[in-house]
């Protein structure tokens, strides 16, 4: 079983937005399971501390390493699954890495708070930083309920039709073509007359090549690697392409 454990100073916050729709049906069926863990457990001290003041002076608060590596050595289990940390410093989230941690036994995701957590613990419990995007959030609560939502959605069972989960932006590199439903016309704006032509091969062909407008107007950096990606796979295996003239 694909299984999420979170390590946060705030567990009343799952499974929140993940019990319900898809992934809250999937969760109740047993197609995954969620396991939120208080930091506070592995302190030591009556008052159940979890931080102190930053080494070298600055404002708020850091986690305390000792403490953290408590409640993740605490929560592993066979076998060894990723170690997360969401942060606005790690590598930002995308879907190929979404697929990887779906396809594996579920990951271990430690919630930061205050100012962050203490570099020794990331280093010694070798904690992935990872990033939604370039914001600050009050906690990486929010962060690891869009992180697993991202997960589950692509599990065996949770999606009615195994394309819903291929056949959408950055599956492909590229941004979703644009979608349509009935009515036919809608204040004064139809439905492109190819989508109700039933030429399935027109279809496909002006969705691709809704797709790649899209990524090359609004993500010129998408579109930027997936045309040296295209590149690299066009030229034959041990051959090198000569780019010099004369």
């Known amino acids: 079983m694909w299984r999420a454990t979170v390590l946060t100073l705030f567990p009343e916050m799952f499974p929140g937005p993940l019990g319900i729709s898809l992934a809250g049906k999937a969760l109740a069926s047993g197609v995954w399971a969620l396991e939120a863990r208080d930091i506070r457990d592995a302190a030591t001290d009556k008052h159940r501390s979890v931080d102190d003041t930053p080494a070298g002076g600055g404002p708020g608060m850091v986690?305390?390493?000792?403490?953290?590596?408590?409640?993740?050595?605490?929560?592993?289990?066979?076998?060894?699954?990723?170690?997360?940390?969401?942060?606005?410093?790690?590598?930002?989230?995308?879907?190929?890495?979404?697929?990887?941690?779906?396809?594996?036994?579920?990951?271990?995701?430690?919630?930061?708070?205050?100012?962050?957590?203490?570099?020794?613990?990331?280093?010694?419990?070798?904690?992935?930083?990872?990033s939604l995007g370039d914001y600050v959030l009050s906690g990486g609560e929010i962060a690891a309920l869009a992180l697993i939502d991202a997960c589950v959605r692509l599990l065996p069972g949770?999606?009615?039709?195994?394309?819903?989960?291929?056949?959408?932006?950055?599956?492909?590199?590229?941004?979703?073509?644009?979608?349509?439903?009935?009515?036919?016309?809608?204040?004064?704006?139809?439905?492109?007359?190819?989508?109700?032509?039933?030429?399935?091969?027109?279809?496909?062909?002006?969705?691709?090549?809704?797709?790649e407008a899209l990524t090359r107007t609004r993500r010129p950096d998408l579109w930027a690697t997936k045309t040296v990606q295209t590149a690299t796979q066009n030229i034959a295996p041990g051959v090198r392409k000569d780019t010099t003239k004369g």
């Open 158 to 211: 949770v999606m009615g039709k195994l394309s819903s989960g291929t056949d959408e932006s950055f599956s492909d590199g590229l941004l979703e073509y644009p979608q349509y439903t009935r009515p036919q016309e809608f204040e004064g704006r139809t439905i492109p007359d190819v989508l109700v032509s039933g030429d399935h091969a027109k279809v496909e062909a002006w969705r691709r090549a809704q797709a």
């Open 63 to 130: 986690l305390r390493a000792d403490v953290l590596a408590a409640a993740i050595d605490a929560a592993r289990s066979a076998p060894e699954r990723p170690r997360l940390l969401m942060s606005p410093r790690g590598t930002p989230l995308t879907q190929k890495k979404v697929m990887e941690l779906a396809s594996g036994p579920g990951p271990l995701i430690v919630c930061g708070r205050f100012e962050g957590i203490d570099q020794r613990v990331i280093e010694a419990r070798g904690l992935e930083e990872i």
